[in-house]
T-cell receptor, first 112, second 113 residues
Framework: QQQVKQSPQSLIVQKGGISIINCAYE??????FPWYQQFPGKGPALLIA?????SEKKEGRFTISFNKSAKQFSLHIMDSQPGDSATYFC???????????FGQGTRLTINP | DAGITQSPRHKVTETGTPVTLRCHQT?????MYWYRQDPGHGLRLIHY???????DKGEVSDGYSVSRSKTEDFLLTLESATSSQTSVYFC????????????FGPGTRLLVL
């Protein structure tokens, strides 16, 4: 019940296209869903996060879509750029628990 | 990397030897974490600490121990390293005052031969 399943494992998108990464969870107690971005040789860094009281959150070209009934959430990167090439992790947490459960990661490559 | 350093950054060791990785933070955050990152498995929590001398196990704690004698330092020890512990190890910190956000260090790449 603590798992977060992420797909796809790898994704190649052309510059200017839309990148979509999906995550699914089982534990209905999760109430915080962040996405982390990791560049090669670096530690992950928070990109964007959502709580289940909203169905969508947008920050610049990055949007999280959240479907509470399906227990799924996704990251959309609009107008994808080569600089977006990185590994992306979804995660989930219970508020106040100060512990994150991470998905398996998606290696995104944006071709110029 | 949010005032987090990890040492060493790279290490090669032999099976059966003890290894200690250090995480040092200058942010005075209460919570500290050790993760390992492996292809296909994402980030998996090894151990975490919720205060000085207060630690708890994560999902992959077998073969690892931790200690936290000061707020700023969190040590991860592999008592007798095995090849299956070859991985990249990340330290992270968080604080309730900043919600659930975790800030990660630069990582330590460990190779066990």
């Amino acid at each position: 019940q603590q798992q977060v399943k992420q797909s796809p494992q790898s994704l190649i998108v052309q510059k200017g296209g839309i990148s979509i990464i999906n995550c699914a969870y089982e534990n209905t107690a999760f109430d915080y869903f962040p996405w982390y971005q990791q560049f090669p040789g670096k530690g992950p860094a928070l990109l964007i996060a959502i709580r289940p009281d909203v169905s969508e959150k947008k920050e610049g070209r990055f949007t999280i879509s959240f479907n509470k009934s399906a227990k799924q959430f996704s990251l959309h990167i609009m107008d994808s750029q080569p600089g977006d090439s990185a590994t992306y992790f979804c995660a989930a947490s219970i508020q106040g628990a100060q512990k994150l459960v991470f998905g398996q990661g998606t290696r995104l490559t944006i071709n110029p | 990397d949010a005032g987090i350093t990890q040492s060493p950054r790279h290490k090669v060791t032999e099976t059966g030897t003890p290894v200690t990785l250090r995480c040092h933070q200058t942010e005075n955050h209460r919570y500290m974490y050790w993760y390992r990152q492996d292809p296909g498995h994402g980030l998996r929590l090894i151990h975490y600490s919720y205060g000085v001398k207060d630690t708890d196990k994560g999902e992959v704690s077998d073969g690892y121990s931790v200690s936290r004698s000061k707020t700023e330092d969190f040590l991860l020890t592999l008592e007798s390293a095995t090849s299956s512990q070859t991985s990249v190890y990340f330290c992270a910190i968080s604080d309730r005052g900043q919600g659930e956000t975790q800030y990660f260090g630069p990582g330590t790449r460990l190779l066990v031969l």
